[in-house]
C-alpha cells in the first residue's frame, strides 16, 4: 500500500550557503528533516547589524553578541517550511513540532551533540499559549 507520494526536496543554494554557516548539529537535522518536509533556511550566521537591527525592531530579545545566531559556527537557525505562508500559524508549529522530534531522535541515536529549542516554544513544555515571545522559524542548539 502507497500510503504518499515522496519527493526528494533539495535546498536552494541561498539555503545551502546560509545552512553551512552553522553548527554541524543544525546541518545534520535540516539535512535530515528536509527530504520529507520542504523548508528554507531563512538565517544562520548574522553580524552585528543585522542583530541589533532585529533587535530595534523587536524581531529578536537579544542585541549582539548575545544571540546564538552571533556565534561561529551559528548556534541557531531560522528555517520557515516551504512555501513560506507567513499567516498559517499552525503550520509553522506543525513543522516545529516536526523538527524537534527529528532533533530529539538524533540526539538519541548519537547523530548529534546538543538538543535543539524552538522558537515556537521557549521553554519545551509543549504549551504554546504560555510563550511570551513566540519566534517560530527560530531554532537553536542547548545543553
Avoid at 535546498?11 to 548539529?25: G, I, V, Y
Avoid at 505562508?85 to 516545529?96: A, D, H, L, P, S
Avoid at 521553554?123 to 545543553?143: C, G, M, P, R
Wanted: proline share 3%.
Amino acid at each position: 500500500m502507497k500510503i504518499r507520494n515522496l519527493k526528494l526536496n533539495k535546498f536552494s543554494t541561498a539555503s545551502q550557503e546560509r545552512l553551512s554557516t552553522c553548527h554541524k548539529d543544525l546541518q545534520t537535522l535540516f539535512n535530515t528533516v528536509l527530504p520529507l518536509v520542504d523548508c528554507s533556511i531563512l538565517e544562520g550566521h548574522r553580524g552585528e547589524e543585522a542583530q541589533n537591527q532585529y533587535f530595534r525592531e523587536g524581531k529578536s530579545q537579544l542585541r549582539y553578541p548575545e544571540s546564538k545566531h552571533n556565534k561561529s559556527p551559528s548556534m541557531a537557525v531560522d528555517v520557515a517550511p516551504w512555501p513560506i505562508k507567513w499567516e498559517n500559524i499552525e503550520r509553522f508549529r506543525f513543522f516545529g513540532a516536526y523538527v524537534i522530534g527529528i532533533a530529539d531522535l538524533l540526539f538519541e541515536q548519537g547523530a548529534m551533540a546538543y538538543h535543539v529549542r524552538w522558537g515556537g516554544d521557549f521553554n519545551a513544555n509543549q504549551d504554546w499559549s504560555d510563550n511570551t515571545f513566540s519566534d517560530y522559524v527560530h531554532f537553536e542548539l542547548i545543553k
